[in-house]
């Protein structure tokens, strides 16, 4: 599985085209602005795009999906929860599949209701639940505190600390980590009580 990840636009995103290199088969991660470099990279390396992945609704990781979907014939896939135009809607623990790759979804509301992570083949990309050296804001519509303390204390915690981190956002030091890497030093991910990660959160 080769990952590109893609700076994009006025708030520090990363959109993602990660190919399955058997097969060729792609799919497209949060694409928002500067589309045309994505659109590259699948010319270049002659992808066949066959999804378009949301980790979550808002639209600094959604604005692509309708020109990608009309450039490459690909479906977009959202959470179950989302409410944006979706073609495949996914849940807690299924798969999405391209070529011999294959992406576990994980249902990591806090964020935002819709909020998932993707992880597969030594790789998590965590859209906006957890960024190098901090997390996403809880103060949104549909944002919870609460939410994500479970999904950060109850599933990110416990995934194999070898998992290379993609975020959505370029926030931290670098552009990529590993959750153990996370687990040691970022300061939401230090255990402490619900209570007090929601204080910590502001809420």
């Avoid at 700076?7 to 990660?18: D, E, H, I, R, T």
């Avoid at 809607?89 to 011999?100: A, E, K, L, Q, R």
């Avoid at 597969?120 to 804001?137: A, H, P, Q, Y």
Wanted: charged share 20%; glycine share 10%; hydrophobic share 35%.
């Amino acid at each position: 599985m080769k990952v590109h990840q893609i700076p994009v636009g006025s708030m520090q995103n990363f959109a993602y085209v990660v190919a399955d290199e058997d097969t060729n088969q792609a799919i497209v991660i949060d694409p928002s602005w500067d589309l045309e470099e994505l659109a590259e990279i699948i010319k270049r390396d002659g992808l066949n795009v066959r999804y378009i992945v949301n980790t979550h609704h808002h639209f600094d990781h959604t604005l692509g999906n309708k020109e990608f979907k009309e450039s490459t014939g690909a479906k977009i896939v959202q959470h179950e929860s989302s409410e944006l135009e979706h073609d495949m809607t996914v849940g807690n623990g299924d798969s999405i599949v391209f070529g011999s790759s294959k992406l576990l979804v994980l249902h990591t509301p806090g964020h935002s209701a819709d909020s998932i992570c993707l992880v597969g083949d030594g790789k998590i990309f965590s859209g906006d639940t957890l960024f190098v050296g901090n997390c996403g804001r809880v103060d949104l519509p549909g944002g919870s505190a609460k939410d994500l303390y479970h999904s950060l204390f109850d599933v990110l915690y416990d995934l194999d600390d070898s998992l290379v981190l993609y975020p959505g956002h370029n926030y931290g030091g670098s552009p990529t980590s590993t959750i153990g890497g996370e687990k040691a030093t970022n300061p939401v991910m230090q255990r402490s009580t619900e209570q007090e990660f929601v204080q910590m959160m502001g809420q």
